[in-house]
């Protein structure tokens, strides 16, 4: 079975720009996360979406965005490029609606250097 | 606030020599506490799943425990493929976030 994807894989942008990052849950699972890890720290939440509503949003700027479609992948936009937002993005995905199944399955993450 | 605390920060330990990483939590409800291996520049891989005190699970020559106020991954006899950082997350009944550590980099050494 596929795992959770995302991409691309790296992205280098210069301060200012707009970035992208795509995620594919893993086939079943209704539920997206994403989340920030800078260098050294363990990742920050930054959204959850099921079934395409945002179930919750961490201490983001309004900066950051998502949305999830009705084949359940999502989406991270992130406007006006911060040096600081240089880090790796990863995306979870979980199927909630299991009774006791609340384990979040990361992807390989995007990998973002702003310049 | 959930806060999550990880100890050590670091831990280099010879082929074979057993040890302990601690998680401590504190979260309003918990709901489930989470272990995850990451390898550098990759994604955390998970582990373990730990619901309710006194709950142990196992995988090869790791154990993962749960008490009230925090929770341990013991490596048994580790190999060096054993290297990693492992993060620890905690997810409670009030919101839908993982709350992670900063995680403990271990390194083994042949």
């Known amino acids: 079975d596929a795992g959770v994807t995302q991409s691309p894989t790296h992205l280098i942008k210069t301060r200012g720009q707009q970035v992208t990052l795509r995620c594919s849950p893993i086939?079943?699972?209704?539920?997206v996360s994403w989340y920030q890890q800078v260098l050294g720290q363990g990742p920050q939440f930054i959204f959850q979406y099921y079934e395409k509503e945002e179930r919750g949003r961490g201490n983001f700027p309004d900066r950051f965005s998502a949305r999830q479609f009705p084949n359940y992948s999502s989406e991270l936009n992130v406007n006006a490029l911060l040096l600081g937002d240089s880090a790796l993005y990863l995306c979870?995905?979980?199927?909630?609606?299991?009774?006791?199944?609340?384990?979040?399955?990361f992807g390989p993450g995007t990998r973002l250097l702003v310049l | 606030e959930d806060q999550v605390t990880q100890s050590p920060e670091a831990l280099r330990l010879q082929e074979g020599e057993s040890s302990s990483l601690n998680c401590s939590y504190t979260v309003s409800g918990l709901r489930g506490l989470f272990w995850y291996r990451q390898d550098p520049g990759k994604g955390p891989e998970f582990l373990f799943t730990?619901?309710?005190a006194g709950e142990e699970k196992e995988k090869e020559r790791l154990k993962a425990t749960l008490t009230k106020k925090e929770s341990f991954l013991h490596i048994t006899a580790p190999k060096p493929e054993d290297s990693a950082t492992y993060l620890c997350?905690?997810?409670?009944?009030?919101?839908?976030?993982?709350?992670f550590g900063t995680g403990t980099r271990l390194t083994i050494i042949p």
């Open positions: 086939s079943g699972h209704k539920s």
């Open positions: 730990l619901y309710s």
């Open positions: 997350a905690a997810l409670n009944f009030g919101n839908e976030k993982l709350t």
């Open positions: 979870a995905s979980s199927d909630p609606g299991l009774a006791v199944e609340e384990t979040q399955y």
